[in-house]
């Protein structure tokens, strides 16, 4: 019997999780199907219903999880701006920040085997780490064994500083690595259009003050402005923001990325569909996740599981338990491994 691995796809935004869940299927051989989808971003809804022939539904808070299909996998890129470094950092005082209580509230009813949630990086360090602390608690007070680490884009192959954190829960105990990363980054100029309209070059006026600090390079590059108006070139990408200036990344020093720059730089497939003005695309992808990242994450994931062809959708149980200060249930007093290193950056 051919196996099929059920998944649903909470804060979809346009499909991020999804494209990488579907590749890792791919790769082992096996069948996936979203049986549901969740979105309250009606672009984003659009977008999504024009790649994937499916509209999400809304407010997550109007889901009755009775009418939610069984599934194998949660998968959930729950909204950022609560820890984000571009918001006020409010956390569960933002309304937004509960939202992972919905998360915690489906896991609760559903008890799919397992789930995958992605966040910015500064999640980790919010309120002292208390918040962080908080969100694993509940995880594992719903009797789940969880591990979470931060990975950088530019570590797998995108030409994008990007760092974010993954949570990962099993509903039995099985032996799980983190993916390593080291592939080696994409070049930049693979990704850049080659002919891009006028309208999208800055005025003369930024592009003088640009230069005015660096020099033009001879390699494609980035040149990335912070808070502060320091400015900064580099052959990648800093992090993709919604809400950013329109000249915080410019290309050369003297254009905006193209939407379909934009998506490259998160491991979209050029297949992808923009329906979307550019104001609405800059946007979805500015808070979507890096593909790659998620699809590594995925994979190891999916062989935990014993999600492959010719195998059943059960767990690989093994002596080896790699989950962070977590003892496994109703096996009180073994120790299970050491805290796991995250490393958060790499030359390039």
């Known amino acids: 019997m ?4 059920r998944f649903i796809d909470l804060f979809c935004g346009i499909g991020g999780f999804r494209y990488a869940i579907e590749d890792v299927a791919k790769k082992m051989g096996i069948k996936s199907e979203c049986v549901l989808s969740s979105d309250i971003d009606i672009e984003c809804q659009k977008a999504y219903e024009a790649n994937f022939n499916e509209i999400p539904k809304g407010d997550i808070h109007a889901i009755d999880v009775s009418t939610i299909p069984e599934h194998d996998i949660l998968l959930a890129g729950f909204p950022c701006q609560p820890f984000s470094i571009i918001g006020q950092r409010k956390g569960f005082e933002d309304a937004r920040g509960t939202l992972f209580f919905e998360i915690a509230r489906i896991i609760q009813a559903k008890r799919p085997q397992a789930f995958v949630l992605e966040n910015v990086k500064l999640l980790a360090g919010h309120n002292g780490g208390k918040t962080l602390s908080r969100i694993l608690e509940v995880l594992r007070g719903l009797e789940y064994s969880v591990d979470k680490k931060i990975f950088n884009a530019l570590d797998f192959g995108l030409p994008q ?28 100029g693979l990704l850049l259009e080659k002919s891009v309209p006028k309208e999208y070059y800055a005025s003369d006026y930024i592009k003088t003050k640009r230069f005015a600090t660096h020099s033009p390079t001879k390699e494609p590059t980035i040149w990335h402005e912070n808070k502060a108006g320091h400015i900064s070139v580099y052959p990648y990408s800093c992090a993709l923001r919604a809400g950013a200036s329109y000249n915080y990344l410019l290309v050369n020093g003297e254009r905006r990325l193209t939407a379909r720059e934009m998506l490259r ?11 979307c003005n550019y104001s609405q695309t800059r946007k979805q992808a ?22 492959m062809k010719n195998s059943k959708p059960d767990f690989v149980y093994s002596r080896k338990q790699s ?15 050491k805290k796991t290193k995250a490393k958060n950056s790499r030359k390039i």
């Open 286 to 307: 500015g808070n979507s996740l890096p593909i790659p990242v998620a699809e590594a994450v995925l994979l190891n994931v999916f062989k935990s599981c014993g999600w």
């Open 323 to 337: 989950f962070d200060k977590q003892l496994l249930l109703k096996e009180k007093g073994k120790r299970y491994g």
């Open 265 to 275: 730089l998160q491991g979209f497939p050029d297949s992808f569909k923009i329906i």
């Open 2 to 5: 051919e196996t099929t691995i």
């Open 161 to 188: 500083k990007r760092e974010r954190i993954f949570i990962i829960g099993f509903k039995k105990p099985c032996d799980f690595e983190w993916p390593k990363g080291g592939k080696t980054m994409k070049p930049l």
